[in-house]
């Protein structure tokens, strides 16, 4: 009965070592995460005259959209393709707006808008690039879903998710 009261202490005592040695390394990522996070937004707002978080973010978004914009000449031999531009916006507190135009070749305009609403989802994005195709699909964080399309460019897609990863966790605020 003695041994297995001085087992049960010491995996008890083991359990919260392990327990305070895993909290202090989550601060310390977290303070890494941080200013991570703070480099990469001042460089933003440098590169795009902000001195808001969210303006810098949302500029930066749309412009890696532009660039990596999924047009129909990155498509051959397709009959469908389209153009696919997108927007960021946030026109409300907690919400993503991603506005999506598809021209077609004969010039007819379609837009829709998705409303991701931001509280309670995973800010962190993740995406998809198929070795076959012409496209990356950045994925939807609350049920995994196509998002947006852009060119098949995994810089490109990468940076973009980043970018709406660290645009959600600012929304979130």
Sequence with gaps: MHKSLT???????????LSALGSTALQAGEGLESAEAAQY???LKRLYLS???R???LAHGNSLLHSYALLAGYQPGRADAVDLRYQLSSPQAGELRVREERRAR????QVSNKVLPVFGVDPFIRYECPQQGQQCVILDPRDG???LSIVRDHQGAAEL?????????NLQK
């Design 7 to 17: 087992r049960q202490i010491k995996t008890l005592l083991a359990g919260i070592c």
């Design 51 to 53: 001195s808001d978080d």
């Design 55 to 57: 303006q810098a973010l």
């Design 161 to 169: 998710a980043k970018a709406l990863s660290y645009l959600l966790r």
């Design 41 to 43: 937004l001042s460089e």
């Design 106 to 109: 004969d010039g007819s305009l």
């Design 145 to 147: 879903s196509p998002l």
